[in-house]
């Protein structure tokens, strides 16, 4: 069964998998074996309680949610009745249902809770052709931290690529249009080789001059950017070293460019 605040989400989900819809999340608990939570984060806690206020939990019964974000610990009311509690998070973005249920396949997926309920979980994720693994409640947020910064700032990072394209003059939808090739590639060759070994460029061939050119330019064009750049830049001398294209004489050069740059920005402001 189902139940959704919104009446016409609820309607759309009881036509596309033929289930019943109830009035209220108590009442799909008094009737199921296993409850999936898939609320906003801020949600959660506020639909558990309902319905431990309602005594509606009972001993054996699974209740889950499938937020990065949030611990099973959410669920903990759930548990002072005897059921046992689990997160199941897709590590992959989804912008919209239709969208969702075609890169779902191949996923990988997280799996936190009771272990006793890890078996229900393996078999959800394969259900959806997916792999999975399992961490520490006490971990979610740092997981979640990473997934953020591979699919949030990512974008940051490209919008800051566009930016420095547009410094030069080049309008920002073909400086969009240039660079994706680019992030398919780098994207491609990490799925094929991995990181380090994906990693390109000057500072992964030990190229000092050329991000000295960099630098030089951006400070004439883009002073705005520089501070970025610095940070990524010292970043990314440690992953050229890790892939051993670089040496640690040369590691030691990028890394006292980068942070003497950061020094000079930050007495300036």
């Known amino acids: 069964g189902v139940q959704d605040i919104k009446s016409e989400s609820t309607q759309q989900l009881v036509?596309?998998?033929g289930c019943t819809a109830y009035p209220s999340p108590q009442d799909v608990s008094h009737s199921a074996d296993i409850i999936f939570i898939t609320t906003s984060d801020t949600a959660i806690a506020s639909v558990v309680g309902q319905i431990a206020d309602k005594r509606a939990f009972r001993p054996g019964q699974i209740i889950l949610h499938m937020s990065g974000a949030q611990s099973?610990?959410?669920?903990?009311?759930?548990?002072?009745?005897?059921?046992?509690?689990l997160s199941v998070h897709p590590l992959q973005a989804f912008a919209s249902i239709d969208r969702a249920i075609e890169i779902?396949?191949?996923?990988?997926?997280?799996?936190?809770?009771?272990?006793e309920a890890y078996a229900?979980?393996?078999?959800?994720?394969?259900?959806?052709?997916?792999?999975?693994?399992?961490?520490?409640?006490?971990?979610?947020?740092?997981?979640?931290?990473?997934?953020?910064?591979?699919?949030?700032?990512?974008?940051?990072?490209?919008?800051?690529?566009?930016?420095?394209?547009?410094a030069t003059g080049i309008p920002r939808n073909m400086a969009a249009k240039a660079l994706l090739p680019l992030i398919s590639g780098t994207v491609k060759n990490i799925e094929n080789i991995g990181i380090?070994?994906?990693?390109?460029?000057?500072?992964?061939?030990?190229?000092?001059?050329?991000?000295?050119d960099h630098l030089h330019c951006m400070e004439e064009m883009a002073p705005e950017l520089m501070k970025l750049y610095s940070w990524l830049g010292f970043y990314t001398a440690s992953i050229a070293r890790g892939k051993g294209s670089?040496?640690?004489?040369?590691?030691?050069?990028?890394?006292?460019?980068f942070l003497r740059e950061l020094a000079r920005i930050e007495s300036a402001s």
């Not at 779902?104 to 272990?115: C, T, Y």
């Not at 979640?144 to 949030?152: D, T």
């Not at 380090?196 to 000295?212: F, S, W």
């Not at 670089?246 to 990028?254: A, Q, Y």
């Open 15 to 17: 036509e596309r998998i």
């Open 196 to 212: 380090p070994k994906a990693l390109t460029g000057p500072i992964a061939r030990g190229d000092l001059a050329t991000v000295v």
């Open 246 to 257: 670089i040496d640690e004489k040369s590691l030691e050069e990028f890394q006292k460019l």
């Open 120 to 166: 229900l979980g393996g078999r959800i994720v394969e259900a959806l052709e997916g792999e999975y693994f399992f961490i520490d409640r006490r971990a979610k947020p740092l997981y979640h931290a990473g997934a953020c910064v591979v699919s949030n700032y990512l974008v940051t990072i490209i919008d800051f690529g566009i930016k420095l394209l547009e």
């Open 104 to 115: 779902l396949p191949g996923s990988v997926f997280s799996i936190e809770g009771d272990e």
């Open 72 to 85: 099973s610990q959410i669920l903990d009311r759930a548990k002072e009745f005897g059921a046992l509690v």
